[in-house]
């Protein structure tokens, strides 16, 4: 069964409706969904399945207990080694849905690094995401790295330093380039 794992800027509130027709058509496909806790597109994400009557839906969290599940589905919950309440407790939650995902949904404000960071996750794993760019409201698709480097050729400078100092985005991406050149000389 496919799974695909859904996530996206704590900004942003609202799903745009090519969001909710892309999460519409998963229900119908019966596809599984994982889906983080956290408010924002996590939150927006849960109400939009809730409201579909989503039944194949497992919120994680770090820790025992979600800040938000919406529908009361099962809770994948994971053990963050990390302080409670830090980028890093909060990450475990993430990595685990990138592996346990076949390809991501996310919904991204050009400046979160924690959605950026799943779709590096994701690439890291050889899988596919299909990134909702809120500020040009259009769909990119992010499979290699030059997928990737043309999407982060939307972020502003300030933001691109964000990245830098928070997630290493430049040896990230250096990283990817040559796990992909290795495995496709």
């Given amino acids: 069964m496919t799974t695909v794992f859904i996530a996206g800027s704590i900004g942003i509130k609202r799903l745009d409706l090519r969001v909710k027709a892309r999460i519409e058509r998963m229900v119908e496909q019966s596809l599984d969904i994982v889906v983080g806790d956290a ?44 302080a409670p309440g830090t980028r890093a407790f ?43 760019v809120h500020k040009l409201k259009a769909f990119r698709t992010v499979g290699d790295v030059d997928q990737l480097e043309a999407l982060v050729a939307s972020m502003s400078e300030a933001a691109r330093r964000q990245a830098q100092d928070k997630i290493k985005l430049t040896e990230r991406l250096l990283g990817l380039r040559h796990e992909q050149q290795r495995m496709f000389p």
């Fill in 39 to 82: 408010d924002g597109v996590d939150t927006a994400a849960q109400h939009h399945l809730h409201t579909l009557g989503a039944t194949r839906v497992t919120v994680y969290c770090a820790g025992e207990t979600p800040r938000n599940n919406l529908g009361d589905w099962p809770v994948g919950p994971v053990e963050s080694p990390h």
């Fill in 90 to 132: 909060f990450a475990a939650k993430d990595r685990r849905m990138a592996e346990l995902a076949d390809y991501g949904l996310m919904v991204w404000d050009s400046r979160s690094t924690g959605t950026l960071s799943n779709v590096l996750e994701l690439l890291g794993r050889r899988k596919k995401t299909v990134v909702f």
